[in-house]
Every structure is written in C-alpha cells, then in structure tokens.
C-alpha cells in the first residue's frame, strides 16, 4: 500500500512538472555537446540565449550542439568576432530542431546548420544575418581540403579546418525540413507591380545578395515563405548520394553530380518562393527533386525591377513536376515577370513527366526589356495540361504555359520544347500573347504526340500593334485536334491577331493531322501557313 501511495505522489510530481512546462515554455532548447576542443559557451538572459566561444580555424568557427530548438519568441545570438565569415553548426543529438523564434548572428558571416534529424521552421521562424543560410539534414560538411564536419561520427575527428565548405555528404536515413507558415496572404493581380521582398515580413528570409539553401530529406513547404533579394533561393531534396557547394558572388551555388537518387519537395497551402532584383547578379531560384509538387495555390517567382545580369528559376524533377489544386484566389504557378531595364528571369523546366491541373507557367514583361523564355528540356515523356473550374482567380478555367507582353515595347518570352506525349485538354493552351506595341514570342515544339481537346490551344496571338509570334510545331507520329470548349470555343492551333499587329508564321510538320468535332486550325493576316 505504501508502494502505491509512493508511485501516486511520483505521478503526481511528474504531472505538475510537465503541467509546468506547457504553462511557461523555454524560449529556446539549446544544450552543447562538449566534444569541440573549445566548446561553446551559451548563456541565457530572458528570451535571449547568447552563444559565444566555439573553435575557430581562421575565418571559420565551429559550434557543436546536443540540441538546437528555438521557441516562438525566443532569441538566439551567435555572438561571433565580425573577421569570422562561416559559422558551421552541427547537432549531435537525436532529436529535431524546431525553429520558431529567430536566430542572430554578427557581421557578414554564413550561418550553417546540419541537423541529420530533421528541421522544422515554424511560422514564427526569422533570420538576421548578414551571409548566407544554409539548412541541411546531411551527415556532414566537407571541405576543400578533404576534410570533414560531422554529426554522427565526432570521435576523433581531425582537426577543424580553415578551408572553405564544399559539399553536403548524406547518409540512410534523411531528416525531413519542413517550413510552416500563414502562406501568401496577397492576390495573383498584385504580382502585377514591383514588389519589395521585404514586403513578406512573416518569411524566413536573408539579406539582399545571399543564398538561403534548404538540402536534405523530402522538404515540406505548408504555407511556408522563403524570400530575398538580387541573391538565390535554393531548395534540394536528396534521397541518396551527396551535393556540392560553390562560392558566388550572390551566395553559394550547388551541383548535383552526385546525387543519385532525389527526395520529394511540396509546396502547399499557399507557400511561396520569392526573389527579386533591383541590381547585380539577378534573381536564381533552383530546386532539384524527384517528385515536385506545387499546390493549394503555391507560388515559385521572380521579379526584375531595375538591371541585372543573369538569372533564372530552374525547376529539374527526375520524375513528375505538378501543379494543381489552385484556390479561388490563388493559382498554383510559377512566374516571372519583368519591370526592369533588361531581359526578365528564363524559366528552365526539367522533368519526366509534368502534370498541371488549372496552373500555369509564365513569363511576363510590362517593360521596354523582354520577357523570360519558358524551356521544356531533355525530352520529357509526358505534358499533359487540363483545364479546371472557373474561380475568381481564373474565371476561364485556363491552364497552361505562356508568355505575356503587357505594355510598352518589352518582346514577349519564347516557348521551347521537346516532348514526346503532349496533351492539352479542357482549355488549357501553350500559348504566347502580346497586348501591347512588342512582339510575341515563339512558340518552337518538338515532339511525337499533340493532343488537343474540348478547347485546347496552341499557338500566338498578339491584341495590338505588336507582331504575333511565329508557331513551328513538329510532331514525328501525329496531332489530333478534337472538340470545343462552351467557354472558350473551339480545340485550334493558330497564329492570329485581334489587332492592328500582323500575325506571325505558323508552320505545322506532322505524317498525320486529324481535325474533328468542331476543331480547327486558324490565323489571320498571316505571313506565311505551312501544313507539310
């Protein structure tokens, strides 16, 4: 009997404690481990934990952590000496980093945080540091000179390097980073000015020209917001293999060579990845993946607003690339649009297979400058594109892949690619577009199979004084144009104009061309029609 009153009263004490606990939570969990020949001093001052010492090896300082968990309000300061330009972070322990608080650091120096477990960055996460962010579920960092940082093997390590970080090696078992949000709260039509990337102040966001880089496991977007600005977004899923890391003048850069198998990445409930550029090295967006998928209204975009020299968002899925599932206000897409004085961001689209389901692809200019170049490469099996329900946000029901002109003399982007199977259904189109005195770009396809239907469309329209597009369309077996759309009329390949603009050329090559049910193949003051 005296036993269980014992086991009571221990339950009780258990209970209270962790009562406690969820009542006043600490602002942040960080504890050192203690295998560093200087290990880091962390001392606590409210909601603030100031983490000093460390090793350091020249320029470079080196922390190494049992645990690191930021709480919602909670502050962390890396105190570093403003000469150290990589703060390298691993966690040696067995449990997750929750981020939901912000992480400080002095100067300009890099922040890398290796974490194998996983890393979760709250709604509530942000960063203030002068360099680049890098977050990875990797075993370890490797150095130029061969050596390495690890989380999982720290006996006996060598000594710590002043030699600049290389690559990410991976091990079996991948941690999962997930970043959560209130995802975008603004309309598709806001895109139509210059934002300011600091306009998404609930983002995890760096300082103009830096990278913020996510490798690791499967990465989970859920309402998240990434952003900066004239600097690079990149977002890396490996499954097997390692990664490499090269110095740029916007941050780091990264190779896939190595990486034999990839992890997925999802961006859902409205998430966002957003650059843009006033000057410099332009906007770069890359994200490397098996299985890619953009839905509930997500968003990847770029913006030039003034000049900048290179550029683009880059989107390589060994297997699928999706895009569905838009909201009423929101499509799921991905974007650029151009307000500056030079060319606007290329969109580059690698994949197996691609999906779209009432989404889009589109470059735009409303600028003197022309507007980004949409590329399909290395011969995707499969495009199929359908249309969906109309919404606020897209009252025809539309999907597709497009270039714009909007306004001024800006030429609009060109549309290239090889496709083995294309299929463009319940008005969803590839088309190019220019309402206003630029041209429209080409449209240049290769492929086996065209089909389209109940309203699909493909080609160059230009509403103005600007030139149509030129459509070339070869397909080595066959196209088939069937059926029309109540909306939006009939199923059409076409180069036309509803202007003062001349349309361009529209070139069909094909063994076999089927019209039926309504279909058609149409252009309008046409400079020149081949059907070969």
Same mark, same amino acid.
């Given at each position: 009997?005296?036993?269980?009153?014992?086991?009571?009263?221990?339950?009780? &004490?258990?209970?209270?404690?962790?009562?406690?606990?969820?009542?006043?939570?600490?602002?942040?969990?960080?504890?050192?481990?203690?295998?560093?020949?200087?290990?880091?001093?962390?001392?606590?001052?409210?909601?603030?934990?100031?983490?000093?010492?460390?090793?350091?090896?020249?320029?470079?300082?080196?922390?190494?952590?049992?645990?690191?968990?930021?709480?919602?309000?909670?502050?962390?300061?890396?105190?570093?000496?403003?000469?150290?330009?990589?703060?390298?972070?691993?966690?040696?322990?067995?449990?997750?980093?929750?981020?939901?608080?912000?992480?400080?650091?002095?100067?300009?120096?890099?922040?890398?945080?290796?974490?194998?477990?996983?890393?979760?960055?709250?709604?509530?996460?942000?960063?203030?540091?002068?360099?680049?962010?890098?977050?990875?579920?990797?075993?370890?960092?490797?150095?130029?000179?061969?050596?390495?940082?690890?989380?999982?093997?720290?006996?006996?390590?060598?000594?710590?390097?002043?030699?600049?970080?290389?690559?990410?090696?991976?091990?079996?078992?991948?941690?999962?980073?997930?970043?959560?949000?209130?995802?975008?709260?603004?309309?598709?039509?806001?895109?139509?000015?210059?934002?300011?990337?600091?306009?998404?102040?609930?983002?995890?966001?760096?300082?103009?020209?830096? /990278?913020?880089? &996510?490798?690791?496991?499967?990465?989970?977007?859920?309402?998240?917001?990434?952003?900066?600005?004239?600097?690079?977004?990149?977002?890396?899923?490996?499954?097997?293999?390692?990664?490499?890391?090269?110095?740029?003048?916007?941050?780091?850069?990264?190779?896939?060579?190595?990486?034999?198998?990839?992890?997925?990445?999802?961006? +859902?409930?409205?998430?966002?990845?957003?650059?843009?550029?006033?000057?410099?090295?332009?906007?770069?967006?890359?994200?490397?993946?098996?299985?890619?998928?953009?839905?509930?209204?997500? &968003?990847?975009?770029?913006?030039?607003?003034?000049?900048?020299?290179?550029?683009?968002?880059?989107?390589?899925?060994?297997?699928?690339?999706?895009?569905?599932?838009? /909201?009423?206000?929101?499509?799921?897409?991905?974007? /650029?649009?151009?307000?500056?004085?030079?060319?606007?961001?290329?969109?580059?689209?690698?994949?197996?297979?691609?999906?779209?389901?009432?989404?889009?692809?589109?470059?735009?200019?409303? #600028?003197?400058? +022309?507007?980004?170049?949409?590329?399909?490469?290395?011969?995707?099996?499969?495009?199929?594109?359908?249309?969906?329900?109309?919404?606020?946000?897209?009252?025809?029901?539309?999907?597709?892949?497009?270039?714009?002109?909007?306004?001024?003399?800006?030429?609009?982007?060109?549309?290239?690619?090889?496709?083995?199977?294309?299929? &463009?259904?319940?008005?969803?189109?590839?088309?190019?577009?220019?309402?206003?005195?630029? #041209?429209?770009?080409?449209?240049?396809?290769?492929?086996?199979?065209?089909?389209?239907?109940?309203?699909?469309?493909?080609?160059?329209?230009?509403?103005?004084?600007?030139?149509?597009?030129?459509?070339?369309?070869?397909?080595?077996?066959?196209?088939?144009?069937?059926?029309?759309?109540?909306?939006?009329?009939?199923?059409?390949?076409?180069?036309?104009?509803?202007?003062?603009?001349?349309?361009?050329?529209?070139?069909?090559?094909?063994?076999?061309?089927?019209?039926?049910?309504?279909?058609?193949? +149409?252009?309008?003051?046409?400079?020149?029609?081949?059907?070969?």
């Amino acid at each position: 009997m005296e036993t269980k009153d014992y086991t009571f009263i221990k339950f009780v &004490l258990a209970s209270t404690f962790i009562s406690y606990l969820t009542i006043f939570p600490c602002k942040a969990q960080i504890i050192k481990d203690g295998t560093l020949p200087n290990t880091s001093i962390i001392k606590t001052q409210g909601n603030t934990i100031t983490i000093e010492g460390g090793t350091q090896a020249e320029n470079n300082l080196f922390h190494s952590f049992q645990n690191f968990s930021v709480s919602n309000g909670g502050i962390v300061l890396f105190n570093n000496s403003t000469n150290i330009q990589n703060i390298i972070s691993r966690v040696t322990g067995t449990s997750v980093s929750n981020i939901d608080g912000l992480i400080r650091a002095n100067g300009i120096a890099n922040l890398f945080l290796i974490n194998p477990n996983g890393i979760v960055f709250g709604q509530n996460a942000r960063l203030d540091i002068g360099g680049s962010f890098l977050a990875s579920t990797a075993n370890s960092i490797k150095f130029a000179d061969g050596s390495q940082f690890s989380a999982v093997n720290t006996p006996n390590q060598p000594i710590l390097t002043i030699s600049v970080p290389s690559g990410l090696q991976f091990g079996s078992n991948l941690g999962v980073i997930q970043v959560q949000g209130t995802g975008r709260i603004i309309q598709d039509s806001d895109f139509r000015v210059p934002l300011d990337a600091n306009k998404f102040s609930n983002s995890l966001q760096v300082k103009p020209d830096k /990278t913020l880089a &996510l490798i690791g496991g499967d990465i989970l977007l859920e309402g998240g917001i990434l952003s900066t600005k004239n600097g690079r977004i990149e977002l890396g899923s490996i499954a097997k293999g390692d990664t490499n890391i090269k110095q740029e003048n916007n941050g780091w850069s990264f190779s896939y060579d190595k990486t034999s198998i990839f992890g997925d990445i999802k961006l +859902s409930e409205n998430a966002l990845v957003y650059v843009n550029s006033l000057k410099g090295e332009g906007n770069t967006i890359n994200i490397q993946g098996r299985n890619i998928r953009i839905l509930n209204g997500s &968003l990847i975009f770029s913006q030039n607003q003034e000049y900048k020299q290179n550029g683009e968002i880059t989107v390589n899925a060994s297997e699928l690339l999706e895009l569905k599932d838009s /909201t009423q206000f929101s499509l799921s897409a991905i974007f /650029t649009s151009n307000f500056g004085k030079t060319a606007g961001e290329n969109i580059q689209i690698n994949a197996n297979k691609i999906n779209m389901e009432g989404s889009q692809i589109a470059t735009t200019t409303f #600028s003197d400058a +022309s507007g980004g170049n949409i590329v399909v490469n290395n011969n995707v099996d499969n495009l199929k594109i359908i249309g969906s329900d109309p919404s606020t946000v897209n009252p025809f029901g539309y999907g597709g892949i497009n270039t714009f002109s909007y306004i001024n003399h800006g030429v609009g982007g060109n549309i290239v690619g090889k496709i083995k199977t294309l299929i &463009l259904e319940n008005r969803a189109n590839i088309t190019t577009n220019s309402s206003s005195y630029g #041209s429209a770009g080409d449209v240049k396809l290769s492929t086996e199979n065209i089909t389209l239907k109940n309203g699909g469309g493909l080609g160059s329209t230009t509403f103005n004084m600007g030139k149509g597009g030129n459509v070339f369309v070869n397909a080595s077996n066959q196209i088939e144009i069937i059926g029309v759309s109540p909306s939006v009329g009939a199923s059409t390949i076409k180069a036309g104009t509803f202007g003062s603009g001349d349309a361009g050329i529209l070139e069909i090559n094909t063994p076999r061309l089927s019209i039926r049910e309504g279909a058609g193949v +149409s252009t309008s003051t046409v400079s020149a029609f081949w059907v070969n």
